[in-house]
């Protein structure tokens, strides 16, 4: 089945407008006609069926058939703050972790943060990102799109986590509490939101742990032994979090 994420303004009265690049994959690399079916998502979790209706010079409608809610969701909304890595790691971080069900992306400028990103970057790089979200959502057939947030200092995660039923700094000196432990608390308190922290390559600098304890409540892990690479450890850690509360299941 042929599937597109569409604005939801472009959902009305029971019509689907197509246009830009989904638009022209449909008919030009798709090559679908008038009476043909397709799958349309708003990005919000609503699934359409609806069958092509007029195809023209510069957009197509489709009429909806039927809608429902789509079940490939996890319950759990996990948050990742990520360290801005160096070259086009966040990409892939971005990438893998819609792909396995994150919620939502905060790129996260720390001390040991290498890029430098101003202003008009930022703007650019989040849509740049948010695009590569839609992409893999599409793929992996999930019908939300992480949202990416523009990048934040690191300081400012205190204000966003306050609203998280939990919160995980992973911190490859934690020598004491690994993750499935942490979790241990969690499946057993109902947990809707929860956010991971991971550093960029260079990982936290001490003062950065240390205003994280400061914040209060909330936990460090560790993930073992071995010291993993930024997009390793977040990869990793959402898989961990996603199935021990179960989510990696037909349940
Ligand atoms: N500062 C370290 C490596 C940082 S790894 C060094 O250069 O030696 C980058 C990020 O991945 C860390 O900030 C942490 O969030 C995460 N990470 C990597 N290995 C980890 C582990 N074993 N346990 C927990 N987090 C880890």
Redesign the pocket.
């Known amino acids: 089945m042929h599937r597109f994420f569409v604005d939801p303004a472009n959902i009305r009265n029971e019509e689907v407008l197509l246009e830009g690049d989904d638009f022209k994959h449909l008919k030009l690399v798709l090559r679908l006609r008038p009476q043909d079916t397709i799958h349309v998502f708003d990005g919000s979790g609503t699934e359409y069926v609806a069958t092509i209706s007029s195809i023209n010079e510069s957009n197509a409608l489709a009429k909806i058939q039927s809608l429902y809610k789509s079940d490939t969701e996890p319950k759990v909304r996990v948050t990742l703050f990520q ?1 801005v890595p160096k070259g086009d790691k966040m990409d892939l971080i971005i990438q893998k972790t819609t792909e396995l069900g994150v919620y939502r992306i905060v790129p996260v400028i720390t001390d040991r943060t290498v890029v430098k990103i101003n202003e008009k970057d930022k703007a650019k790089k989040t849509t740049r990102w948010s695009k590569i979200a839609k992409e893999a959502a599409k793929q992996c057939q999930r019908a939300y799109v992480p949202e990416i947030f523009q990048p934040v200092n690191f300081g400012e995660i205190s204000e966003y986590i306050r609203d998280f039923d939990a919160s995980v ?4 000196n ?1 020598s004491k509490k690994c993750l499935k432990e942490v979790l241990k608390c969690y499946t057993i308190n109902k947990i809707e939101d929860i956010s991971i922290i ?7 600098t001490d003062q950065e742990i240390e205003s994280y304890r400061k914040w209060g409540g909330y936990d460090t ?10 997009e390793t ?1 977040s990869i990793a850690a959402l898989s961990i979090i996603l199935y021990e509360l179960g989510e990696m299941t037909y349940g």
């Open positions: 360290g700094l992973l911190y490859e934690e991971v550093g960029p390559e260079g990982g936290f892990a560790g993930l073992g032994r071995r010291i993993l690479r930024t450890a």
